[in-house]
């Protein structure tokens, strides 16, 4: 399963990944009504620490502490792909507390949200890898 | 291998997975006492709410059992365990042998000794079947007044999960504060505020009976203790609980346990304890597994952590409160008192002693909580981060830059790949 990697000294901070991510998991397919006056909800952050950036998003680990602490059963690893089950999840956040990333946050709808690789959303594999200007974040 | 597993929960199902990760093939079988698929056993305050069913807070899938090869005796309780002979008891008289022995058989209320209490038929609140006898309950009685025993985090979901379904809810408790396990004085005091602005009534500090109460229904949720009695007489070491490593080994070679029936080390103090919640459950089930089935595993301790929601507030903690304390937020002790102003309140809060984090409380303010959760269970070193850098946002500029660059980065870089295009 390829994964996605990311090289701070390629990162521009333009933050165009946040939108991306944003935008395609909106359910929008007009990237304004997705985005204009709206919370950024993306599951991808880039984080700015004097000169350096960098974009994080969930590692798919191989030993998930997210999959391992819902207490639903929400979270499963499926193909390689950490995945949430939004109608199982109660929105403890227990997976928030337990990744150790970052790579989870609370969602509009009262889920938990993270980074599925757009396998299932429109976008259908990753965006930000697809739009990030300069190649800082790869897919391999 | 024949495995057999004493219980059917988290601890269980992380036994299960573990033990296929590295045997497919061995026969498991799973004892469990109730009558019930695994559930998430959280979640029953959920169920009664409303916010989940029965299909839905199943823990796995409803094929599961039989895609891991177990076969589940479920609604049979194991009553003993003949170390010498390596066989479990059933209470329907049944007697099965094992090649290796998993206890998973969990917690069960503890119910301390309350004035009057023998004069009165009481709820308790752990189990699936806890929950509908409560639901059946409270269908029963319209408009009912409910006396709970218990301000801790088994009597406030209670208290959350039948708010709609009762009328008025009281809770006491002997401790000064509601959730003491997980909450310091300040931010206990934002919660009981947010809990009394939605019309719960507390009394703490009190050594009361029943009897000094009127009440439809009465709820003892003054916690859990470690169920160990089928262990009693197999020669195990059984403090509060029974004693495991961090292989999750009991002291026979062939007898594992795990879950909220264990005691064992934590990762933040090294001490012995009992830590019962589901997420060291599953690990030390799976830790149990893998090594039952041959494997090598080794979990961290367990790590006390708590993520839990009362009306839409949202506490995150883990760890202990020690040490220097540096926080944000805009809750205020003296506030308490103006109930309407709570609900928007929130508290981030970190305790830090000599160059680590030693926990944290966060009170709707927990963006990307478990990189502290991490600092806290792997103790690195943050005395180069400064105060408001810790407590501003968390990142993974918190570790050190080559762990940062094993976790993102691509480690052999081909040349060329990055290049970026001219797009203009």
Redesign the interface.
């Known amino acids: 399963m390829k994964k996605i ?4 000294e ?1 990162c521009l901070k333009c933050r165009l990944c946040e939108y991306i991510c944003a935008y395609a998991n909106s359910g929008f397919k007009d990237i304004a009504a997705a985005l204009k006056d709206k919370p950024i909800n993306t599951r991808i ?1 880039v ?1 700015e ?1 004097g000169r ?1 950036s ?1 974009a ?1 998003s969930c ?1 798919h680990c191989d030993e998930p ?1 997210c999959v ?2 819902c ?3 929400a979270l499963e690893k499926v193909d390689g792909v950490v995945k949430i089950d939004k ?2 999840c ?13 790579a ?3 969602g509009e709808d009262g889920a938990a949200m993270k980074c599925e690789l757009c396998v299932e959303n429109s976008g259908g594999s990753p965006m930000c890898v697809k739009y990030c ?4 974040i ?1 897919l ?1 | 291998m024949n495995y057999v597993i004493i219980g059917n929960s988290a601890a269980a199902v ?1 036994g299960i997975e573990g033990i296929r990760r590295v045997d497919r093939e061995g026969l498991i079988t799973i004892v469990g006492e109730e009558p019930y698929h695994v559930y ?4 029953i305050s ?1 169920l009664l709410e409303g ?2 069913d029965a299909e ?5 899938p409803g094929d599961f059992y039989e895609k891991n090869g177990c076969e589940l005796k479920k609604g049979v309780a194991a009553v003993k365990i003949d170390a010498k002979k390596k066989t479990v008891a059933l209470e329907n008289g049944e007697v099965m042998p094992y090649g290796r022995l998993l206890i998973a058989t969990g917690a069960r209320p503890f119910v301390p000794r309350i004035r009057g209490l023998e004069k009165y038929e009481y709820h308790t609140f752990m189990t699936l079947g806890d929950a509908l006898k409560l639901k059946a309950k409270t269908d029963a009685v319209k408009n009912a007044k409910v006396l709970i025993f218990g301000a801790g985090l088994i009597g406030l979901k209670c208290a959350e999960a039948i708010y709609k379904r009762v009328s008025e809810i009281t809770v006491v408790d002997m401790a000064d504060r509601v959730l003491p396990s997980i909450l310091d004085a300040e931010s206990s005091a934002l919660i009981k505020a947010h809990l009394e602005s939605r019309g719960i009534k507390f009394l703490l500090s009190a050594d009361v009976s029943p009897d000094d109460f009127q009440f439809d229904i009465l709820c003892v949720c003054t916690g859990v203790t470690p169920e160990t009695a089928v262990a009693k007489d197999a020669g195990l070491e059984i403090g509060r609980g029974i004693f495991i490593d961090k292989n999750s080994r009991t002291g026979d070679p062939y007898i594992y346990a795990a879950g909220d029936c264990t005691e064992s080390f934590s990762a933040v103090t090294g001490r012995r304890g009992v830590t019962p919640i ?2 060291n459950a ?2 030390q089930g ?1 830790t149990a597994g893998i090594n039952m089935a041959g494997g090598s595993a080794e979990y961290d301790g367990a790590m006390p ?5 009362f009306f839409g507030k ?1 506490i ?1 903690t ?1 760890g202990i409160y020690e040490g220097e304390e540096i926080k944000r937020g805009s809750f205020a002790a003296a506030s308490a008192s103006d109930l309407s102003s709570v609900s928007a309140c929130t508290l981030k809060k970190l305790f830090v002693k000599d160059g680590g984090l030693k926990g944290f409380i966060f009170i709707d303010d ?6 502290y ?2 600092l806290v269970r792997e103790r690195r070193d943050i005395s180069g981060l400064d105060a408001d850098a810790l407590i501003e946002n ?4 918190f570790y050190p830059k080559e762990f ?1 660059d094993e ?4 480690r052999e ?1 081909r040349q060329g ?5 001219n ?1 203009l």
């Not at chain 2, 839905?56 to 796995?60: A, E, F, H, I, V």
């Open positions: 990697y990311v090289q701070e390629w952050t984080e620490s350096i960098y994080v590692r502490s391992k602490s207490i639903s059963g109608d199982k109660v929105g403890c956040f227990t997976c928030v507390l337990a990744c150790p990333y970052g989870i946050a609370a200007p300069n190649r800082a790869i391999e | 992380g998430g056993r959280p979640l959920y916010k989940t839905r807070m199943k823990y796995r589901l997420p599953y690990i799976e952590m708590n993520a839990i929601g949202h995150l883990a927990f963006k990307r909580a478990g990189i959760t991490a968390a990142g993974l500029n940062r976790v993102l980065k691509r870089s790949i990055y290049a970026g295009e797009l």
